[in-house]
């Protein structure tokens, strides 16, 4: 197996930069998030975990989608703004993930060498739906990330990934801070529209 310590250090580094600048609204965390994510293609390939090798192909695509939806998406075309989903939106999402689950999962435990196949693929398929999330500044995304963090770490333990691991706990923490960061600033966002709309 490959030394990938020098690299995982590097991706780790890139990721709680993405992180930290995701927090503060700033489309620079998907520069970020482009590069640590590149890393992450080789590393997790190299660990047989191909679900979260692939996922990493995803997001490096998104970093692309989602500066652009910073800097240029919403009616404005000057950056989306953050909104919220109602319970549909969610169960229709917990729905998806469910099932892409149970059926990625089956057919890796069947078809490779994957570890852990299932939780591979739902921290996998809710990764997916949730990094749409942040793209679009839904505000609920957080609260998405605070349960795939829990999960992922465990899944990095198993594979001797400790940085990672560590790492996730950090995103724990950081994740709580983001949401009650965009909620604060989307009741503001909101308070300012109404203001406006009324003079």
């Not at 090798?53 to 989602?66: D, F, H, P, T």
């Not at 319970?87 to 729905?95: E, K, Q, V």
């Not at 890796?108 to 693929?121: E, Q």
Request: glycine fraction near 6%.
């Amino acid at each position: 197996m490959f030394d990938w310590v020098n690299l995982e250090t590097l991706a780790v580094v890139l990721s709680i930069a993405y992180l930290i600048l995701a927090m503060k609204e700033n489309s620079l965390c998907w520069y970020c998030a482009f590069f640590s994510t590149a890393i992450y293609v080789w590393i997790f390939g190299d660990v047989n975990l191909y679900m979260e090798s692939g996922l990493n192909l995803y997001y490096m695509a998104m970093a692309i989608y989602g500066w652009h939806q910073w800097q240029h998406g919403g009616s404005s075309g000057q950056g989306v703004l953050i909104a919220t989903w109602n319970l549909r939106n969610h169960i229709r999402a917990l729905l998806i993930i469910l099932l892409a689950t149970v059926v990625s999962g089956y057919l890796l435990g069947a078809n490779t060498d994957a570890r852990l196949p299932y939780v591979d693929s739902f921290t996998t398929w809710a990764s997916i739906l949730t990094t749409v999330m942040v793209a679009k500044k839904v505000l609920e995304n957080w609260l998405y990330w605070i349960v795939i963090d829990s999960v992922s770490i465990f899944l990095y333990l198993d594979r001797g990934l400790h940085q990672t691991a560590a790492m996730f706990v950090l995103y724990l923490v950081l994740a709580a801070v983001g949401y009650f960061s965009w909620r604060k600033n989307y009741h503001r966002q909101n308070s300012a529209a109404v203001a406006s709309d009324s003079i």
